[in-house]
């Protein structure tokens, strides 16, 4: 199963709004478990604001969808001033092993 990894950066003096934002988003688009979960979400203060993290697995079959539904959900950020925001694909080891017609060692 591959991850979503999702990073957000925001100005410190926007953390207000984007928490707003959150919980109106989270409503729009609550967990979908058949599409996949989160297995850890952080929030960080560093020298330029707030950097949020969320490390997402998603279930087999399911990367584009997951890929669409985060992408929607994170558009709805757009309008903050400062708001910035990724997400990066990542395969596991063993589907990176497989994908060049090897097996992970055990």
Do not use: C
């Amino acid at each position: 199963m591959p991850y979503l990894f999702i990073t957000s950066v925001y100005p410190s003096h926007k953390a207000d709004e984007v928490v707003k934002k959150y919980l109106e988003v989270l409503t729009k688009y609550p967990p979908v478990p058949a599409m996949g979960k989160t297995v850890v979400s952080a929030t960080k203060l560093f020298e330029q604001g707030v950097k949020s993290f969320t490390a997402y697995e998603v279930e087999e079959g399911k990367l584009e969808d997951a890929i669409n539904r985060w992408t929607k959900a994170l558009v709805e950020f757009r309008n903050i001033e400062g708001y910035a925001t990724s997400i990066d694909v990542w395969a596991t080891a063993a589907e990176a092993f497989r994908s060049i017609g090897m097996k992970l060692p055990e």
